[in-house]
């Protein structure tokens, strides 16, 4: 559990940095095609600017898994601190990400949906 919950930290920073430079190769890696598809949208419509998002503290904590018949979905709940503007003060975050392993030839986890947290 420690390797995945590694992983799926990494996985997040990874995330972030490829929605700061718009790299729709680098987000299609890491996420569902239903989720990609979200994401290309909402670049579309966030347009070419910079964006800036600096993950200072992440923790992640599994909180379940399952196996269904198409995949294994695991649930993580990520929480630390970000900062979106480089001369802010970091806050506080936490999400929801439901990750998906898919049946097939192609092992890796992916994300396939992200709900921010109260």
């Not at 269904?68 to 601190?81: I, K, P, T």
Request: aromatic share 8%.
């Amino acid at each position: 559990m420690a390797a995945f919950l590694d992983v799926a930290r990494r996985s997040f920073v990874c995330v972030q940095q490829a929605w700061d430079r718009a790299d729709l190769t680098a987000l299609s890696a890491f996420a569902t095609e239903p989720l990609f598809e979200e994401l290309r949208s909402q670049l579309a419509e966030r347009g070419p600017g910079p964006n800036h998002t600096e993950v200072v503290r992440i923790e992640a904590r599994l909180l379940g898994v399952e196996d269904l018949r198409e995949a294994q979905v695991a649930s993580v709940e990520f929480s630390g601190l970000i900062r979106e503007q480089q001369d802010a003060l970091p806050i506080p975050f936490r999400e929801l990400w439901m990750l998906a392993r898919l049946q097939g030839p192609d092992p890796s986890w992916r994300v396939a949906r992200v709900q921010a947290l109260s």
